[in-house]
T-cell receptor, first 113, second 113 residues
Framework: QKEVEQNSGPLSVPEGAIASLNCTYS??????FFWYRQYSGKSPELIMS????GDKEDGRFTAQLNKASQYVSLLIRDSQPSDSATYLC?????????????FGKGTKLSVKP | SQTIHQWPATLVQPVGSPLSLECTVE??????LYWYRQAAGRGLQLLFY??????ISSEVPQNLSASRPQDRQFILSSKKLLLSDSGFYLC????????????FGSGTRLTVV
């Protein structure tokens, strides 16, 4: 069974620090990788996507992908209290089940002022 | 631009009552559509997905059903709700053949009492 694993947290970081969120996946055929942010009581919001090995930066967010290690991470620089949310990792293999996304259970991030 | 609408936002229903949740997408044609459920403290569970009108795939056997009567309309139904059906129901859409991840609706909080 294809799985996406995340540490459930909570991960607590002080304001201004770097938050590091990690995700591993089991399906070696996965081709697309996504990070969603979900505030309490709200729906998930796509914040980052990455498709090839290496880093991808967007503002304070950096996604990192290592397909050999089956590992995806999200770095949040200069963390703000407004970044406090649950972060969901999602992985996609086009060839299986219509290419449906497989979601991890999420890591809860708390940024302390 | 594309938008996804989901209603109602909250719903309290007695055990044994029927359910109908509706989702519509605007600004695109022939989207892939998805229904997810997120139980309290748990991950996203894919319930149904659809690649076209009248085409429904079920991921989890249960007392729920889905229908797609029009290209951009997706409906989640139940004839008789169970207590275990309580949760946060999310509709999502994606483009066919190109992966930009899924875009979620605002969700319906269902409480079965």
């Amino acid at each position: 069974q294809k799985e996406v694993e995340q540490n459930s947290g909570p991960l607590s970081v002080p304001e201004g620090a770097i938050a590091s969120l990690n995700c591993t996946y089991s399906d070696r055929g996965s081709q697309s990788f996504f990070w969603y942010r979900q505030y309490s009581g709200k729906s998930p919001e796509l914040i980052m996507s990455i498709y090839s090995n290496g880093d991808k930066e967007d503002g304070r967010f950096t996604a990192q992908l290592n397909k050999a290690s089956q590992y995806v991470s999200l770095l949040i620089r200069d963390s703000q209290p407004s970044d406090s949310a649950t972060y969901l990792c999602a992985v996609q293999n086009y060839g299986g089940s219509q290419g449906n996304l497989i979601f991890g259970k999420g890591t809860k991030l708390s940024v302390k002022p | 631009s594309q938008t996804i609408h989901q209603w109602p936002a909250t719903l309290v229903q007695p055990v044994g009552s029927p359910l109908s949740l509706e989702c519509t997408v605007e600004g695109t044609s022939n989207p892939n559509l998805y229904w997810y459920r997120q139980a309290a403290g748990r991950g996203l569970q894919l319930l149904f997905y659809s690649v076209g009108i009248g085409q429904i795939s079920s991921e989890v056997p249960q007392n729920l059903s889905a229908s797609r009567p029009q290209d951009r309309q997706f409906i989640l139904s139940s004839k008789k709700l169970l207590l275990s059906d309580s949760g946060f129901y999310l509709c999502a859409w994606s483009r066919v053949g190109i992966t930009y991840g899924y875009t979620f609706g605002s969700g319906t909080r269902l409480t079965v009492v």
